[in-house]
């Protein structure tokens, strides 16, 4: 009898196992793209968070340069700027799709009011902010009950001073209302929400240094810290905010190798979900350098920077399990991806995949 019992318990205890390791579903990544080379517009993968690789490339929407995209909270609409300076008379567009059954519905599109939009955001109440790099403004709109984009606010960043020029980056809408950087104009420009639209808010400006070129940047989960990625003189800005909601600076922290010789242009900028690292991307050097957060006062201490395994890394994301990072290297034409150690926070390079001019990811479940 007891030789029985043996394999029996050694049969349940391994169908228990294997009952208690279910495989994790794919996700669904969408890649923007721009159309000047092969590619044709916004493009999805299925990402298996099992082994870190990249399957079933499909064409989702024909867009002309779709270079950022962003999905609403419920899932069910994605939009995508298009970056050019003749979708009308105006500069470029914004394209709405409902999102079904992992396809792409067109609903509508409208003109942004400024050239080459580069970045599009989304409220929790209903409106879309889409940035114009050249036109040095910001589109704000309504969007329908079925994600339709309606009326529109046009926010314009010029000044009376000519040796200056607006570049609006990014716009990034929370409960302090809505915040956006202006690469041209070395700050964050803050906006608060009245009845007839947005106006000028509290710290209407958060400036960085001259010529530092604000690109994009990320809030704490807290939103106590801000950290801020700029472009021209490849470095991260650490801010506090005080209990009169303003955010003041803690340090400046250099994106690149003490031994760097040659041109950077930071782009992007990350922080894991857990707060405890942020990440930022070195075009030029070509790396993504890792920094470990002190969560009580904001400072960053390097932890390292890793390759990117090609050129220009425009945009990067860490997909929801938390346990990758993925980089969309615009000149390369290829995407890598990278296992990421959550206690250490360092990247190993897993695998690369060839796509053509990659320059947006966005996980549909993040």
């Known amino acids: 009898m007891r030789n029985f019992l043996i394999p029996v318990l050694l049969f349940l205890f391994a169908y228990g196992c294997a009952e208690n390791h279910k495989p994790m579903e794919k996700q669904t990544l969408f890649v923007g793209t721009y159309t000047d080379g092969s590619s044709e517009g916004i493009y999805s993968f299925q990402f298996n968070p099992e082994t870190g690789t990249l399957d079933s490339l499909e064409l989702k929407a024909k867009l002309t340069n779709p270079s950022f995209l962003a999905i609403s909270k419920d899932k069910k ?17 914004v394209t709405a799709f409902a999102m079904e059954n992992e396809k792409l519905r067109l609903l ?3 003109g942004t009011a400024g050239a080459h939009p580069c970045h599009v955001a989304l409220s929790e109440d209903g409106q879309l902010a889409a940035s114009n790099y050249t036109g040095g403004n910001l589109a704000i709109f309504d969007l329908t009950s079925d994600g339709s984009i309606t009326d529109r606010q046009v926010i314009d960043h ?18 302090d209302g809505l915040f956006v950087a202006d690469l041209g104009l070395d700050g964050l420009k803050r906006y608060q929400k009245e009845p007839h639209g947005w106006i000028p ?3 209407a400006s958060i400036d960085m240094a001259e010529g530092a070129g604000p690109r994009h940047f990320v809030f704490s989960n807290d939103q106590q810290f801000l950290y801020v990625i700029n472009e021209l ?9 005080d209990d009169a909601g303003s955010y003041n600076k803690v340090e400046t922290q250099s994106t690149l190798a003490s031994d760097f010789e040659g041109d950077s242009f930071c782009a992007d900028i990350h922080l894991s979900a857990d707060g405890k690292f942020l990440y930022g991307s070195n075009r030029g050097e070509n790396t993504i350098v ?3 957060v002190n969560q009580e006062l904001g400072k960053l201490t390097t932890v390292g920077r890793t390759s990117v395994h090609g050129d220009w890394p425009r945009n990067f994301t860490i ?6 990072l993925l980089v969309a290297n615009q000149r390369s034409n290829n995407i890598t991806v990278y296992s990421r150690d959550a206690e250490k926070g360092t990247l190993t390079f897993l695998n690369e995949l060839e796509m053509g001019s990659p320059v947006c990811l966005v996980f549909k479940n993040d």
């Open 77 to 93: 609409n994605l939009y995508a700027v298009q970056e050019t300076a003749d979708f009308d008379s105006l500069g470029g567009g």
């Open 108 to 110: 509508n599109s409208k």
């Open 158 to 175: 010029k000044t009376n001073d000519t040796l200056v020029t607006p570049h609006v980056h990014k716009a990034h809408f929370n409960s």
């Open 201 to 203: 808010g509290h710290q």
């Open 233 to 241: 003189n490849s470095t991260i800005v650490s801010l506090k905010r």
């Open 290 to 292: 890792v920094f470990s």
């Open 319 to 324: 997909d929801p399990t938390g346990n990758y």
